[in-house]
C-alpha cells in the first residue's frame, strides 16, 4: 500500500468512528433483558400506558413508550461587587451577573416484544435517557 494513502486511510476511520456515537442515539441499556419474561400486565404497571400498540399476526403484540424532556440548567442572577476607576477615583460597583444557560434534550423509545400468551420475548430502545426506564420486580 502506498503512504499517500495512509493519511486518507485515518481521515475514512475517524470519520467512521464518530458516524456510530451519538448524544442522541445510544445502545438500549443492558437492564431492560430484566424484563425478559416479565408480564404484560407488569410491564404496563411499571412504564404506564403504551404510546403506541402494533398488533403481530399470530397474537403477539409490540409495546412501544416514547419519553422526550427538555432539561435546562443555569440561568441564575447572581450580583458581585469590582472595583471601578471613575474619575481618577476607585470606587466599588454592584454588578448582575448570569450564569450561562445550558440546555439538552433527554429522549428514549423503547419497544417491548410480547407474545401471544402475554410475556415479554423481547425489546429494542434507542435514546440517550434509556437507563432511566423502571425495572420490572424480580
Known amino acids: 500500500m502506498s503512504f499517500?494513502?495512509?493519511?486518507?486511510?485515518?481521515?475514512f476511520a475517524l470519520a467512521a468512528a464518530g458516524c456510530g456515537a451519538s448524544d442522541?442515539?445510544?445502545d438500549a441499556p443492558v437492564g431492560l433483558d430484566e424484563w425478559i419474561g416479565?408480564?404484560?400486565r407488569e410491564l404496563v404497571?411499571?412504564?404506564?400506558?403504551?404510546?403506541a400498540v402494533y398488533e403481530m399476526k399470530g397474537g403477539g403484540?409490540?409495546?412501544?413508550?416514547?419519553r422526550s424532556d427538555t432539561e435546562r440548567q443555569g440561568g441564575d442572577v447572581y450580583t458581585v461587587t469590582e472595583t471601578h476607576t471613575v474619575d481618577g477615583q476607585?470606587?466599588?460597583?454592584?454588578?448582575?451577573?448570569?450564569?450561562?444557560?445550558?440546555?439538552?434534550?433527554?429522549?428514549?423509545?423503547?419497544?417491548?416484544?410480547?407474545d401471544a400468551e402475554g410475556y415479554v420475548v423481547?425489546?429494542?430502545a434507542q435514546g440517550n435517557d434509556c437507563g432511566a426506564l423502571p425495572q420490572p420486580d424480580m
Not at 4 to 11: E, F, S, T
Not at 45 to 51: E, I, N, R, T
Not at 61 to 66: E, G, M, P, V, Y
Open 4 to 11: 499517500r494513502l495512509l493519511p486518507l486511510l485515518c481521515v
Open 24 to 26: 442522541d442515539y445510544v
Open 38 to 40: 416479565a408480564s404484560e
Open 45 to 51: 404497571l411499571k412504564l404506564g400506558a403504551p404510546d
Open 61 to 66: 403484540r409490540i409495546l412501544t413508550w416514547r
Open 90 to 114: 476607585k470606587v466599588m460597583v454592584p454588578v448582575t451577573r448570569q450564569t450561562p444557560v445550558i440546555t439538552w434534550k433527554a429522549n428514549c423509545v423503547a419497544s417491548f416484544e410480547v
Open 122 to 124: 423481547g425489546h429494542t
